[in-house]
């Protein structure tokens, strides 16, 4: 066995292992481990779309596989980008928030004006390149 070989079965071997797992976590209950103590809460994630996200993998790895020979790998492929659209569907709110972050992260704080440089005596805004500009000279 070459590398070309050997590259696309360790590739479906861990996108079946990630896949599963994302299945399984769908499907099991989810207990709290504490009191959620963030003033905004955060985002529900939809259980079915986990699934249909785990699920997309799973088809992924069945394509890896197989090598691509089998009669079944365009339709697994159709199958797993179906399911991958339907999961980044159900779980949008989740995954925004997920990559940007809490919204409450991004404010600073109240009535505080950081457009303004610290030694910009006369108020007018400086330049990004150095000390601020006066007709003084």
Known sequence: MSWMEILPFLG???AAI???ALVADAMLIDEPFAAERRTTPRPER???GQGCLGG???CAALVLLS??????AIAATFVGIALL??????NWHYLLDLINGPAGRTQ???GKDTSRRSDDYDGTPAPA?????HSDD
């Open 129 to 133: 390149y150095g000390w601020p500009v």
């Open 18 to 20: 990630a896949g599963g």
């Open 56 to 58: 997309s993998l799973v």
């Open 12 to 14: 479906g071997l861990v």
């Open 85 to 90: 659209v339907a999961g980044i569907v159900l």
């Open 67 to 72: 090598g691509g020979a089998s009669p079944f």
């Open 108 to 110: 600073s704080g109240p």
């Open 46 to 48: 939809n259980r079915l």
